[in-house]
């Protein structure tokens, strides 16, 4: 799990975390999850991990702000989810949640990471790209019967790809800091 720097965190999702993830989800995604799955997902569902972003400023209780989850899927590292609160987008938090996410994978036998994107979610693809997936195929009207989606691909996660993302993370933590100072 990555320590991000202040006053961010990062940690597994838990039961009571649900209402602050459906708060989210009902904002950002067109057709969202039910609080429901959440709860099977991290109760019940063994190859699945999700984790939370949070953020405490001053002396406000700490914020979830956005969420992330994978699933184990045979030797692939499947991103079932990623979103950031509206107000905390554009940050560098979307990618702070997957690359703590990729980070984790070297934790499981896995050896590719996995997605699905609406074709039209230029702004996911943009994130996804910068971290080196690749569009492999698409499912036709996968979203409601109406929107494609595309199945993006990392290249192996092997030890040169591990190099790349520590580049990245030290980067990315330099301008989490600049961003709040
Ligand atoms: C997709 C999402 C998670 C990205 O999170 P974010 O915190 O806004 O993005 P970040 O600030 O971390 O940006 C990371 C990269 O994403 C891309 N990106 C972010 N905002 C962008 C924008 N407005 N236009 C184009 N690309 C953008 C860029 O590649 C960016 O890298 P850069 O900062 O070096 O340019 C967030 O926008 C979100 O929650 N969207 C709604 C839910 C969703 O669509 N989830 C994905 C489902 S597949």
Redesign the pocket.
């Known amino acids: 799990m990555l320590k991000p720097p202040p006053p961010y965190t990062l940690r597994e999702m838990r039961p009571s975390d649900i209402n602050a993830v459906m708060a989210?989800e009902h904002v950002?995604?067109p057709t969202p999850w039910r609080a429901s799955a959440y709860e099977y997902e991290i109760t019940r569902n063994r190859l699945a991990d999700y984790q939370v972003l949070l953020v405490g400023l001053g002396d406000r209780p700490r914020q979830l702000i956005?969420y992330?989850g994978t699933w184990l899927l045979a030797d692939e590292l499947h991103?079932s989810?990623?979103?950031?609160?509206?107000d905390?987008?554009?940050?560098?938090?979307?990618?702070?949640?997957?690359l703590n996410m990729l980070t984790l994978a070297y934790d499981m036998p896995v050896t590719v990471a996995t997605?699905?994107?609406?074709r039209g979610?230029?702004?996911?693809?943009?994130?996804?790209?910068?971290y080196g997936f690749q569009v492999v195929g698409e499912r036709r009207r996968y979203y409601e019967g109406k929107e494609d989606a595309l199945i993006m691909t990392t290249a192996p996660l092997d030890a040169a790809y591990r190099v790349f993302l520590r580049e990245r993370r030290g980067i990315?933590f330099q301008?989490l800091q600049v961003e709040l100072s």
């Not at 989810?81 to 509206?86: E, P």
């Not at 905390?88 to 997957?98: F, N, R, S, T, V």
């Not at 979610?121 to 910068?130: E, F």
Request: aromatic residues 8%; proline residues 0%; glycine residues 10%.
């Open positions: 989210i950002v995604f956005g992330a991103v989810t990623i979103a950031v609160s509206r905390w987008q554009g940050k560098g938090l979307g990618e702070l949640l997957l997605l699905e994107v609406r979610n230029l702004v996911a693809q943009a994130l996804y790209s910068k990315l301008r």
